[in-house]
Nanobody, 126 residues
Framework: VQLQASGGGLVQAGGSLRLSCAAS????????MGWFRQAPGKDREFVAA??????????RYADSVKGRFSISRDNAKNTVYLQMNGLKPEDTAAYYC??????????????????WGQGTLVTVSS
């Protein structure tokens, strides 16, 4: 599967953005999908994940984004989304989507993902 992320931009604190990640290639529905982010000078960190359909579309979120971000997927469009509300300056980062077929227990682990899209930059001004 190949991934193409989009939707980043500049937004004021408290605003919203929706990121999209379009997939092509092998069956999209067979992959768990994750969003990660990397701020300048920091390691890449887990943001959210959604399971493949066979797992009932379970979701998981980093504590820092719970209640503000929502991940979803549309298998008919081969696309995963990240709706980001209540954005804060500390959410500023390059956001990456990724795909994996590892067991759901490890979806927060960046090392377990086999395919990455290019980053899309989110900048939140105070």
């Amino acid at each position: 599967v190949q991934l193409q992320a989009s939707g980043g931009g500049l937004v004021q604190a408290g605003g919203s953005l929706r990121l999209s990640c379009a997939a092509s290639g092998r069956s999209f529905r067979d992959f768990h999908m994750g969003w990660f982010r990397q701020a300048p000078g920091k390691d890449r960190e887990f943001v959210a994940a959604i399971s493949r359909s066979a797992y009932g579309r379970s979701t998981r979120y980093a504590d820092s984004v719970k209640g503000r971000f929502s991940i979803s997927r549309d298998n008919a469009k081969n696309t995963v989304y990240l709706q980001m509300n209540g954005l804060k300056p500390e959410d500023t980062a390059a956001y990456y989507c990724a795909a994996t077929q590892i067991v759901w227990a490890y979806v927060e682990d960046t090392q377990r993902y086999t395919t990455w899209g290019q980053g899309t930059l989110v900048t939140v001004s105070s």
